[in-house]
Every structure is written in structure tokens, then in C-alpha cells.
């Protein structure tokens, strides 16, 4: 998967002209080329979990050129973060004044909690199992073959492994289930199955 191709295809199959940001609303804005998640909270004073939130993205560093974002870019929304920012502040003072001991206990077990978390969750990558099957399987086969000669090692600038992912999609994870859980993702968000992929791959030499 080549990135830059990627998004122009997505501008080209959106009928989207890749320039500056539009504002479709008070709140909502069109994804042009190059625009990250982190870049779009910024500029709208706003935060990554917040647009996160407002548009059901399962992974924020996932989005598309032509995709409709709602961000928080109003005074009610700036108010809102302000008194949650109000609101930790109080929370954070009242913590302080709580006995030493308790919350040097409450932060061991946040801790314990937080590790044994992040353990599931890598297991849970570890042990990830495809379900493509059938022509699926085979197109996605062939990609992989194409892309890297099935080398869940190479190296291609920002691309990375078996399908040549772009190092963003896999959040710092190359592991060969991740590879395998991710490339299945965006297949299945990009083209709908292997097998259209394939097709596409065919027609303009990536996918």
C-alpha cells in the first residue's frame, strides 16, 4: 500500500479535489490530503478524544481524504472543556489532600491494572486468526506477494512488513498478527473484500 497514492485515489473515488480543509459547518470539516487527527484538534482547539468520540473512529490515526469530521469548534464546546478542566483541577486538589498512603495505594493498583491491560491487549494482537477465506484468501495471498514477497520484515521507506502498511496504520505494533489484523481492516474499510483489492491493484500496479 503506497500512502500518497492511496489518498489521491480516495480524493479521485470521493469526487473529493484534494486542497485547503473545507468547513461543511460550524462544526464539521472535509479531510484534504496530509491532515492527521492530532493536526485537526489543534487547529480547531480541540482534542484527539474528542473528535475520536464525536465521529465513532475506532482508530484515530486511521482517516480518509473526503471523510466528513465533526469537530468541537464552537463556545459551547470550548466551555464544556473548560469546566472539565475545572472540574480535574478540583478533583486533582482533593486527591492531594487524601491520606499518603491510600493514594500511593490506589496508584499500584491503577498501575497493576494498567499493565495487565496492556498485556491482554498484546496477547490479544498475538493471537489474531483471519477469517478471509476462500478467493478472499487468495487475493489476499497474492498481495502479499506482490507487495513484499511475503516478508513480514521489509522495509520501504514508511511501509512496512508483508503488505507494506504505512508505519502510522500500525501504531508502532509490526508484529505479524498485528500486520495481519490491520492490512484485514483497511481492506475491508477500503474496498470491501481481498478480492476487490486485487482488482484495483491490478488496474494501478498498488492498493
Do not use: C
Not at 54 to 82: E, R, T, W, Y
Not at 149 to 174: P, V
Not at 194 to 204: C, D, G, I, S
Amino acid at each position: 500500500m503506497k500512502m500518497k497514492k492511496v489518498l489521491v485515489s480516495a480524493a479521485a473515488l470521493t469526487g473529493t479535489i484534494a486542497g485547503a480543509t473545507v468547513v461543511a459547518n460550524a462544526d464539521t470539516v472535509t479531510v484534504k490530503a496530509g491532515d492527521t487527527v492530532t493536526e485537526l484538534a489543534q487547529k480547531y482547539n480541540t482534542t484527539v478524544n474528542t473528535i475520536q468520540q464525536l465521529n465513532n473512529l475506532s482508530n484515530p490515526d486511521l482517516i480518509f481524504v473526503g471523510q466528513q469530521l465533526k469537530v468541537n469548534n464552537d463556545n459551547n464546546g470550548q466551555a464544556v472543556a473548560q469546566q472539565n478542566t475545572n472540574n480535574n483541577t478540583q478533583a486533582a486538589q482533593q486527591a492531594t489532600s487524601q491520606n499518603t498512603q491510600a493514594q500511593a495505594s490506589t496508584q499500584q493498583v491503577a498501575q497493576q491494572k494498567s499493565a495487565s491491560q496492556n498485556t491482554q491487549a498484546q496477547a490479544s494482537n498475538n493471537n489474531y486468526s483471519s477469517s478471509v477465506s476462500g478467493n478472499d484468501a487468495s487475493a489476499k495471498a497474492w498481495i502479499a506477494q506482490h507487495e513484499s514477497s511475503n516478508n513480514y520484515n521489509a522495509r520501504n521507506g514508511q511501509y512496512i512488513g508483508k503488505y507494506q502498511l504505512s508505519a502510522s496504520y500500525l501504531n508502532g505494533d509490526y508484529s505479524p498478527a498485528n500486520q495481519e489484523r490491520v492490512a484485514d481492516q483497511y481492506v475491508a474499510q477500503r474496498y470491501g473484500s481481498w478480492t476487490n483489492a486485487q482488482r484495483f491493484w491490478e488496474a494501478n500496479g498498488w492498493y
